[in-house]
């Protein structure tokens, strides 16, 4: 999720404060998508570390990075949630912020 979130988070209103389409600026920044790629290759290698045999040099991965084997069907579950994001990121730009006004009055950092 938190991939996806980073294309949901890029932009989140524009100059007049107003929510926009997060796919109208979407290839606009080189640098974001380096990030996103890197990102999503660390990710995936802690997770396939977990595909390392016992007997290999390498092993000692799957321990440090507390991995496990993971199939293709978890991995396919973990995408979809992920990608789940968007289409809620798309649905909540049309609510109206002022429904969200009593959220202002919340403090939860003083006791």
């Known amino acids: 999720m938190n991939l996806f979130?980073?294309?949901?988070?890029?932009?989140?209103?524009?100059?007049?404060?107003?929510?926009?389409d997060m796919f109208r600026t979407l290839f606009d920044g080189r640098t974001f998508w380096i990030v996103f790629f890197m990102e999503l290759l660390v990710q995936h290698g802690f997770v396939l570390t977990g595909a390392i045999p016992p007997e290999s040099p390498l092993s000692f991965m799957t321990n440090l990075f507390s991995s496990c084997n993971l199939n293709w069907k978890i991995h396919l579950t973990a995408w979809m949630f992920g990608?789940?994001?968007i289409p809620l990121r798309l649905l909540t730009n049309r609510l109206n912020p002022d429904l969200f006004r009593f959220m202002e009055g919340l403090d939860l950092e003083s006791r």
């Not at 979130?5 to 926009?20: F, L």
Request: hydrophobic share 55%.
């Open 83 to 85: 990608m789940f994001v």
């Open 5 to 20: 979130n980073m294309i949901n988070s890029r932009v989140v209103v524009d100059a007049e404060t107003k929510p926009i």
